[in-house]
């Protein structure tokens, strides 16, 4: 089955610190990876996409990923947090025509 | 943009109740999805449409059904309301090709009481 997990349920850094939200993937054939962020109460927002090409991808927010084929993964960054980057972050396949979530990091941002 | 729009943003019913949760996209996308929210599950699919009339079981169907009359609408229904059907839902749609992302709803916080 295609997959992604979370290892980590929260992650805390303080503000203008880097920050790397984890993801790891269990895919057949090539991968269609994405990152979303989900603030209170809200529904999910698109952060960035890995289709195919460079492994460095940068998308909205100050966000970038990094897709490892060696590591399965497809680790979220920012090179400074800031206190409004709070919030829940998931990450997501595309195995056929559906998408598989990951169980969502909340991540926390302080001062 | 795209706009997807779930039609009420928080709603009470009472167990056994036949409830009707709405999303409206406006941007043609042929795909369309109904996710459950709950935490530490992330989201859960429950069914997609990938075409008008078309439906496809997620991994948690048990207990809902769907209809897609008109490709703009993709509408959940809750048979007989539990109270272990309480939680977030949330609608996406997205475009037919492969690598392309996925547009959610606001989200429908459901209590059934």
């Known amino acids: 089955a295609q997959s992604v997990a979370q290892p980590e349920d929260q992650v805390n850094v303080a503000e203008g610190n880097p920050l790397t939200v984890k993801c790891t993937y269990s895919?057949?054939?090539?991968?269609?990876l994405f990152w979303y962020v989900q603030y209170p109460n809200r529904g999910l927002q698109f952060l960035l996409k890995y289709i195919t090409g460079d492994n460095l991808v940068k998308g909205s927010y100050g966000f970038e990923a990094e897709f490892n084929k060696s590591q399965t993964s497809f680790h979220l960054k920012k090179p400074s947090a800031l206190v409004s980057d709070s919030a829940l972050y998931f990450c997501a396949v595309r195995p056929f025509y559906d998408m598989r979530f990951g169980a969502g990091t909340r991540l926390t941002v302080k001062p | 943009d795209v706009k997807v729009t779930q039609s009420s943003r928080y709603l009470v019913k009472r167990t056994g109740e036949k409830v009707f949760l709405e999303c409206v996209q406006d941007?043609?996308?042929?795909?369309m999805f109904w996710y459950r929210q709950d935490p530490g599950l992330g989201l859960r699919l429950i069914y997609f449409?990938?075409?008008?009339?078309?439906?496809e079981k997620g991994d948690i169907p048990e207990g809902y059904s769907v209809s897609r009359e008109k490709k703009e609408r993709f509408s959940l229904i809750l048979e007989s309301a539990s109270t272990n059907q309480t939680s977030m839902y949330l609608c996406a749609s997205r475009e037919r090709l492969s690598n392309t992302e996925a547009f959610f709803g606001q989200g429908t916080r459901l209590t059934v009481v």
């Open positions: 449409s990938y075409d008008v009339k078309m439906k």
């Open positions: 895919v057949s054939g090539n991968p269609y």
């Open positions: 941007m043609d996308h042929e795909n």
